[in-house]
């Protein structure tokens, strides 16, 4: 905006607060739950070069064939452009549907119908998809504590209560969340749904053991609560075995979420719900709503490169990346962290969590870490009202391991201060 001199000047700036003031009163209610994201208000310190950013979940985009992407990207508009532009289905396209039959055949999840795929702009779009067609105000859903803070914050846009239930080192705890259900059923909650990441869960890096993923399901059923599973990072395993998604085995109660953000790109913006018979076509028309079509050009791209690269490989190529870093910052924590703090040993995805004594709030060290040169997201983000925590959350994808390394090392003075109190 051009700025204003002159006798003007005042005059504008009063009608500019005038109607400002008159145009509050036209917010929704619901936009006053739209919260500022605390991730992304620590995630613009970490373009300080000064600083080691340990808070980003970003995938490393360097390990990519950017020079076979371009040619693709390329060769699409040059044969294929009238299509590519344009509107498309608002489902996604035939093609990469069937691909994605594909990608998610190699976790396990086998059978799978294109036509219960809704290609979503991101995974984050078929959350909210999911909050918009399930939820009215006031609803409450299940989740894992701690949990994505941008499933609690589509939760709470949605004016959706999100009552967090106990995990431990195996994931999501059965009895907890049978208990928690009862609690909530007694004081009247309308439970719409369980939202649970049971691989290397965003933030704890924490994986739902098999054995409770069958009774987690049963428990659901009995209850009549739907499983929204999000499972971007499933195919980033470093080490361990394998699990079964939930949706393999419970394909008539389970929502499936997949994307192509860490196995690929997120600047693609493609996701994809796996969406039960019985409930597909609210979903669509919901999904369809919002966007029209998810968009045509990074979709077709996307099928070019699954059917012209060795996607396979590239996925590999990321896990031995990661895996890489997610050791140097497990060997700098064993090395560094003093006395009362412990962590999660993940078995793959992008994070580690961290725990100091109770009674310390981590988000009052964020300040002094940013002073030792070393950012991370404290533990309250990923509670629902970002009740205060004695976690914080590490990721070890975006960063080298040498500089992991020195992250640690300056964090660990930060975290004994805090101890010592
Ligand atoms: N779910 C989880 C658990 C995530 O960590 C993220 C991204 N950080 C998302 C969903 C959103 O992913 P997408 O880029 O597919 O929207």
Redesign the pocket.
Known sequence: MSSITGPLAGSETEIALERAAAHESLFSERASHIKQSAVRDVFELSLDPSLVSLAG?NPYLQSLPLQKLGAMASELIATQGMTALQYGSGQGTEELRAQICEVMAEEGITGVDPDNIVI????????DVACKVFCNPGDTVLCEDP??V??LNTFEAYQVHAEPVGTDEHGLIPSALRQRIGQLREAGARIKFLYT?PNF??PSGITLAAERRAEIAEICIEENILILE?N??GMLRYSGEPIRPLRADYPENVIY?G????ILA?GL???WAVVPTHLFRRFYLAAEAVTLCPATFNQMLISKYLDGHDWRGQIQTYRELYAGRCAAMLEALDEHMPEGVSYTRPEGG?FIWVTLPEGIDTYALLSQGIEAGVVFIPGAAFSPNDAPSHRLRLAFSAVPEEKIREGVKRLAPVLAAAIAG
């Open positions: 979940g979503t702009t991101g995974s984050q779009a078929a959350q949990t994505y941008g499933a990441i869960n965003n999000d971007p990072y979420m994307s192509f953000s860490k997120p913006r493609i996701g992008f």
